[in-house]
């Protein structure tokens, strides 16, 4: 798997780009740029083959029309299509534990608008490993089980080094490092981060009753319960809890956690059970200051992790691949070096916009609909309802939530570079 050679001093510019984390993104992004022809090298401090073990990560995405078109673009989403649960229609609503749903909910339908599906769900377990096999088709060099940890800009390239001593030279240093970006870090780009008290609870739950597609959102005082459609009688369950509630919960055993979770999920998709391991993500807001340093630009969690409120967290990060690969491929073909400042802000101005909103509305979201305020229950309530009874606004939502809204790059409208 690791074709990048020994440990030791690798020759001059190595690569066009080197990307420092092998997540979601950074192998989205590394796909991306070679498919356009750039030379491509990737750093992780975890191995392939962990990654893309059994186990690593229980989330499941709720992919939008555009993360899709982008994964068929990179020749992957062949192989999710027999393992993804197309969302036919998205149910929001206030809700209490014990009590159920508010009746006064807002329902979209895929019918609305004529692309099709809003999008699919798919299990980190199918996409991670499906992105790490076509890094390997791809022949792109990876530097597995050593992390970057310093680099130093010139006016020709970057020289990262690894931890292992290794030195790679490149014309740009992407950091798809995470929300903790040691990237960014190195490159002086702040950040504004807090905490929400709160914890994603994750799951795969298996029911009696069939989902028929459709992804429902519950808003209890506590944090928002998601009930999304997976294949078969099986939904994934984020279920949020302020942060010392969720330790509690996870300590409960399994029979005691479906007893804690039964009242929030109600009995409308009939008897329910687990169907795989339990997870927990602390939740908090991480926005960089800026999306582009000196020969650095940030992709993904390390420019922009945002509460899960949405699911649009990795949606936003595959739009920075599309956008960073387009305007670097296009650079690149003018002759441009690819690490200039005035290249990197082409990327920055095309998202910075984008990201700031996506992070502000779903902070807005989560604090007004995560309490108990009954004037802003009854507010929200209506606010709901005034939206369900409102075609154009209904539209605009599944729109937007299926990535087919503003300036997109080509790969999330299914166009090559
Ligand atoms: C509960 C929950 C549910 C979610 N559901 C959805 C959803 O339905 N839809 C959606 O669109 N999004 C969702 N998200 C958001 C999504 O999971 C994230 O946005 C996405 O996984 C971020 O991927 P990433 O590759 O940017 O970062 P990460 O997954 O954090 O990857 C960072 C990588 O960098 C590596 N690294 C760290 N340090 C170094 C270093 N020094 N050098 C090199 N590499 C390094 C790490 O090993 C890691 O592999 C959800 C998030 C949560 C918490």
Request: hydrophobic fraction near 45%; charged fraction near 25%.
């Amino acid at each position: 798997m690791d074709n990048a050679g020994p440990p030791g001093i690798v020759r001059a510019m190595d690569h066009d780009a080197l990307i420092a984390g092998g997540g979601l993104n950074g192998t989205a992004l590394a796909l991306a740029l070679a498919s356009g022809g750039l030379r491509v090298g990737l750093v992780d401090p975890l191995a392939a083959s962990v990654r893309s073990g059994a186990g690593f990560d229980g989330r499941s995405y709720a992919l939008s029309l555009g993360s899709v078109n982008l994964l068929r673009a990179l020749g992957i989403w062949f192989e999710l299509e027999g393992d993804a649960q197309p969302i036919l229609a998205i149910r929001v609503s206030d809700g209490h534990a014990g009590q159920g749903a508010s009746p006064l909910a807002l329902a979209f339908d895929h019918a609305e608008i004529e692309e099709g599906p809003m999008g699919h769900m798919v299990e980190d377990r199918h996409l991670r490993p499906a992105l790490l096999r076509a890094v390997e088709r791809a022949g792109i060099a990876l530097y597995d089980r050593r992390a970057a940890v310093a680099h130093a800009a010139d006016p020709t390239g970057i020289r990262a080094t690894l931890d292992d001593g290794t030195e790679v030279r490149a014309r740009l240093l992407v950091g798809c490092d995470g929300k903790r970006s040691p990237t960014a870090v190195r490159a002086g780009i702040g950040r504004m981060t807090w905490g929400y008290g709160q914890t994603g609870m994750v799951a795969a739950i298996s029911h009696g009753r069939p989902h028929e597609g459709t992804a429902h959102q519950f808003f209890m005082p506590e944090g928002p319960l998601a009930i999304l459609p997976l294949t078969g009688n099986r939904s994934s369950i984020v279920w949020t809890e302020r942060a010392d509630r969720a330790e509690a919960v996870a300590a409960l055993d399994d029979a005691a956690y479906l007893e804690t979770l039964r009242p929030r999920f109600g009995d409308f998709l009939g008897d329910i059970a687990l169907a795989g391991s339990r997870f927990s993500y602390p939740l908090g807001l991480s926005l960089a200051h800026r999306m582009a340093g000196d020969r650095v630009a940030l992709v993904g969690d390390a420019a922009h992790a945002v509460h899960p409120i949405a699911g649009q967290g990795l949606n936003a990060g595959l739009k920075d691949v599309g956008a960073l690969a387009e305007v670097l491929v296009e650079a690149r073909r003018r002759g441009e070096d690819i690490g200039r400042a005035d290249v990197l802000e082409r990327y920055q101005r095309w998202r910075r916009w984008d990201v700031a909103t996506l992070a502000l509305a779903t902070d807005g979201f989560n604090r007004l609909f995560s309490n108990d305020n009954p004037f802003l229950r009854l507010a929200r309530d209506a606010g709901l309802a005034m939206i369900n009874a409102w075609p154009e606004a209904r539209r605009g939502f599944i729109r937007e939530a299926a990535g087919l809204t503003g300036d997109r790059p080509r790969l999330l409208a299914g166009r090559p570079l």
